[in-house]
């Protein structure tokens, strides 16, 4: 609703005659971010300027890199999130499977390859995710209900596979979770690179459509011939995938695989999509709105990190930061 | 009672859809109102049921002014409104639906039993004893539904009711019952206005014709000195020569048999023939099974016996994209339920069934895409021409030709349309038969499943008449009266 104004906008900006210049106009909207991402970035930056004012450790070089690599596991937690979010699902159970792929790929890499174990580990990702696709998609049944489920049942396997924490054996392990290209960190690429893949599927991709379409509509699209049943086993398959890469970095920057890491990981990402502007009942979310919800996120952990905040009182504030941002775009939403 | 809007203004972020309108409904007549799409029918309603405040102008109940400020206050002075998007909880049965809010308590329990019975009274009173109370509201058909909603209306004695296109969903004896109930009401001095844009209903049933064109109200007519041809022209703000265009059948080379085709329990052993270049009408009452023989000949639903021959050879459609791939399209009845994806906007509804046609490796073709979109808009005349704009916020008739334009693009040689005109102003219905009858002329088979008397028989070449999931009779068009097809209908020999 908010992009199509701002198109309307441009369109009069350059003086086309309405509706005449339909590919120029498509691409315009796609360069201009909507007025909810407008808003995030904006809340973003003046976070950053206010920090970077009132402390000196804020805009150091090691804060920044670290307050990307903190990023990451939400990030990509929440790229996931928002496949299953706008086909109007949920995957409660990206926790568990960051606990499994992490304590996989560390305990896997004593006897396997690095990139064999790495790559083992990020396919139990995937097959974690296709048995939540496969249980809503093929039975019916409610996503809450099979992902909380699953969430159990995953991080009862962690265990299954070790109780205690795994120390990986390879010192290379630790080479994804914590070397950086200049001051950026790799996982911060490979996040970034990820989320430009998922802007291409959600817009480029008839794929993508589909699952905005199934969210929104979805008897109608299965009767434009949409496999409806696919494309949800392959929105939770990605949300698995997400889950596993983010299992694999976080265990190698730890440097130590825990099988009690990423309880509540769920909740970040559902609270980064929603803030972006996704819909949890379906067919409305967008890469730019999850990405900036994932930044404000990052940042108000990093910054009351800073600030000595006692994480209690982290945790409240965090929820009424989410809370405000919401009601926000509620006032957004009744003004179009 | 007397209710008069004086020069009512009202509009949507900064377009104005209504320009000062004046209306007066008096207790004990029925006011049609008439317009085409966009004319800003729905917005009076709206208005009415106090469900958008005003912009300007002002309400006057027996020549008080009035303010609404929510749809609480219009339904506490006894203004009901019916609309046309049934508002029904699926879930909930008959009773809850009609009572919601209001159930009888007895020791601070709910009192199912009183509940029920004052529910299957009203039902009774409105001519439809034959619903259960107790039945769940989704399972009733969508003519059903309707009855259920007016029921509601009636829950609390209304003093004015509105009714927003209900003969949408209602044919034959539904539509003569519920005159029958509109003509009580009047006599107990009920306000109604009712809303169509059929206007042979609105001939025979409003006391006065109020005609609104773009937001202004253009003529107040009387039935009996007006005709048809008058208020088109006035809605339409051109003379319209000719409703259906003329044809003359020339049948091709086969192209779709329907054989034995069962479905259990829906309808029984039911075959016929398409032609290339031929427009076959279906009609039957509501449950008959129209719409469920062409749901199964599409692979929507699965029959349990009878096959369907494409070309002469005998396919099996699993699914609705192995009869697209085939070539055959299904314009389903319910536009909102499954035509159309309303957040998304005109360019993903316009392309949901060919967007994999146009992507290479996974990726679409955006450029192409875009291309498509723009020339059904132009074709198809889709106002406003912005392929960026939710489908939500266009009007009914727009709405329906974004449904239209995505199946046109599947390039159909088969095309199924079940109830295309429902809900579609004038202007839009003319549109449409002369877009279906060029179809024909590209030899394609169309299949035109519709409710509307009328229509079924000037839009098509032959008929197909239900009746009880059978297939009873097949006329010609030209050859047959709306008399005998409803015989045939109703299982009344002519």
Known sequence: ?336 | MKLELRGVRKGYGGVEVLHGVDLTAEGGRVLAIAGANGAGKSTLIKVLAGAVPLDGGEILLDGEALTLRGPEDAQGLGFRTVYQELSLVPQMTVTENVLLGALPTKRGLVDWSAAHARVRALLEEIGFADIDPRVRAGKLSVARQQMVEIAKALAVEPRMLVLDEPSAVLAGTDLDRLFDLIRRLRERGVAILYVSHRLAEVMEISDSITVIKDGRVVDTLTPARTSEDEIIALMAGRRLEQIYPDRVPEPGKPLLSVRGLSRDGVFDDVSFDLAAGEIVGMFGLVGSGRSEVARCVFGADRPTSGTVELDGAVTRFRTPGDAIGAGVALVTEDRKHSGLVLGMDVTDNTTFATMTRISRAGLLDIRRRAANVQDMIERLGIHPPRPEIPVRHLSGGNQQKVVLAKWLLTRPRVLILDEPTRGVDMATRVDIYRMIDELTREGVAILLISSDLTEVLGATDRVLVMRGGRLVAEVGSADTTEDEVLAHSVGVAA
């Open chain 1, 1 to 336: 609703m908010t992009q199509q104004r701002t198109s309307v906008v441009l369109d009069t900006d350059s003086g086309e005659v309405a509706g005449a210049a339909a590919p120029a106009s498509a691409r315009w909207r796609v360069a201009v971010p909507s007025p909810t991402v407008l808003v995030l970035i904006g809340a973003a930056v003046a976070i950053v300027v206010v920090a970077g004012v009132t402390n000196d450790s804020f805009l150091t070089e090691g804060n920044m890199t670290n307050l990307l690599r903190q990023m990451v596991s939400t990030g990509l937690l929440a790229l996931g999130m928002l496949l299953v979010i706008l086909t109007g699902g949920i995957d409660l159970s990206v926790g568990s499977v960051v606990a499994l792929t992490g304590i996989m790929s560390a305990g896997l890499v004593s006897g396997l390859p690095l990139p064999l174990a790495i790559l083992v580990a990020i396919v139990v990702g995937v097959l974690c995710g296709t048995v939540n696709g496969v249980m809503v998609a093929r039975f019916s049944l409610a996503p809450f209900v099979v992902t909380l489920a699953s969430m159990t049942t995953f991080r009862g396997l962690t265990y299954v596979y070790s109780k205690t924490p795994i120390t990986p054996t390879t010192p290379d392990f630790l080479t994804l979770g914590s070397q950086d290209v200049g001051i950026i960190p790799i996982a911060a690429i490979i996040t970034l690179a990820m989320f430009a893949l998922g802007w291409v599927l959600i817009n480029r991709t008839s794929a993508g459509r589909a699952l905005l379409g199934i969210g929104g509509n979805r008897e109608a699209v299965r009767l434009a011939g949409v496999k409806v049943r696919r494309h949800l086993v392959l929105a939770y398959a990605l949300s698995g995938l997400c889950a596993g890469v983010a299992g694999v970095i976080l265990a190698s920057r730890v440097g130590i695989a825990q099988p009690s890491v990423g309880q509540g990981f769920e909740l970040d990402a559902i609270a980064a999509c929603v803030i972006g502007g996704a819909s949890l009942s379906g067919g409305r979310g967008t890469i730019g709105g999850t990405l900036a919800g994932v930044v404000l996120l990052g940042l108000i952990d990093n910054l009351l990190s800073l600030y000595d905040v006692q994480s209690y009182w982290q945790q409240v504030l965090k929820g009424l930061i989410i809370a405000v941002a919401i009601l926000m775009r509620r006032g957004e939403r009744q003004n179009t």
